[in-house]
């Protein structure tokens, strides 16, 4: 597979999404615990990042799927992100990730780093140095097309700054906090040097303009074994539940504004 130019639309390549990894007896308290959607059994975690290792799927970080001075990338790839920046992708993650000899994105929220239950900057720095990517999600995690322009580049480039300063590497990439994007929000990450932007809507083709475009698969527990390597092979009836659940999901916070979905979501999972 060649790389691939801005404007195209690209590989059909997954995208896998994950935030909490956690081991027997984790999981049960402290910030983002209660929703089951975004915290992964570390077995299963362990089990899904062996299957790659073992059927020989690359996994290269998404700076990769836009360097075009660096050759085509491989048929099987399958790129693995992090959103949020929890500690235990430090702790349980990434051993899996150093034993398999795997690569994954991290999206940190700057505004969290050092926080009670978030990774600090020695260990992203540590990630970093067993070859992770460490990109932005945001400074305060808040839904940017809600913001006024200052404050959502004020989001942007706070984050950007603080991460090429503290790690000394380029911030070239952002996920949308929320999974709220928008024309806006898209001029202003490209204006801010971003040249990805990573979204929560399910699937397997990306935009390749500028900036890129990427969907993603959100990995939880009801990935099993069978229905992750159906993923893995890009088979599209292993997302359509997903797909479903996502439009249900946009219309709600349509019908009702983001703001009423959002006291409803702590209300039910917690802040």
Known sequence: MRAFSPGEQGPRLPILMYHRVVAPGQGDSGPGAQNPAYRLPLPLFWEQMHLLREGGYPTPTLNRLLDSDAGPVQDQSVVITFDDGWVDNYTNALPVLVETGLKATLFVVTGFVGRKGYLNWRQLAEMQGKGMSVQSHTHGHKPLP?????????????????????????VDFLSAPHGMLDARVIRAARSSGYRGICTSEPGFTHTYGAPAVFKRINISSRFGPTRFQRVIKRNRTSILSDVAMKRLGNLVKKSLGYKNYRKLYVLRYGP
């Not at 322009?149 to 590497?169: P, W």
Request: charge should be negative; proline fraction near 0%.
């Open 146 to 170: 809600l913001l006024a322009e200052e404050e959502m580049r004020a989001e942007l480039e706070v984050s950007k700054g603080s991460i090429e300063d503290r790690l000394g590497t380029a």
